[in-house]
């Protein structure tokens, strides 16, 4: 059974939070930030209800830095409700604030076109360097 968050890919430079479908992008994400020189270590919710706070929190503890991903517009959403306890538990650990990486404020595109809408290893990899800025 799926239960609790997991570590899919350790890191020591940021977290990058994602579940479902974005698991398998996350993981292509770490690769190629490692090219870089990045250590992204990604966690795999694998569910939602209830989160798995402490898995993330220990993660964000230890890279100072979050970047969640998921296919859901990036306001009011899964998201936000981690971004906020993880604020509420790691503010004095985040080295950099939050950043969301998610679909667009748009209505959910058509199958042939959501592939735009959709977070990508580009956008994704923008989200790290964002939070690495700091």
């Known amino acids: 059974p799926a ?3 997991v570590v ?3 890191g020591e430079d940021v977290t990058l939070v994602t579940y479902g479908p974005l698991v398998p992008t996350a993981l292509d994400v770490a690769a190629a930030a490692q090219d870089d020189g990045v250590s992204v270590e990604v966690v795999d919710l694998r569910v939602i209800s209830p989160v798995d706070i ?3 929190v220990t993660s964000v503890r230890k890279t100072g830095r979050l970047v969640i991903a998921h ?9 936000g409700e981690i971004a906020a306890r993880v604020g509420e538990k790691c503010f004095y650990d985040l080295e950099a604030p939050v950043i969301r990486v998610g679909g667009f404020h748009t209505p959910y ?3 042939r076109s959501e592939h735009h809408y ?5 956008r994704i990899l923008d989200g790290i360097d964002r939070a690495l800025e700091y």
């Open 3 to 5: 239960s609790g968050a």
């Open 71 to 79: 296919e859901a517009p990036t306001s009011f959403g899964v998201g």
């Open 118 to 122: 959709l977070p990508d290893v580009d």
């Open 109 to 111: 595109p058509a199958s």
């Open 8 to 10: 899919r890919r350790p």
């Open 54 to 56: 402490d898995t993330v």
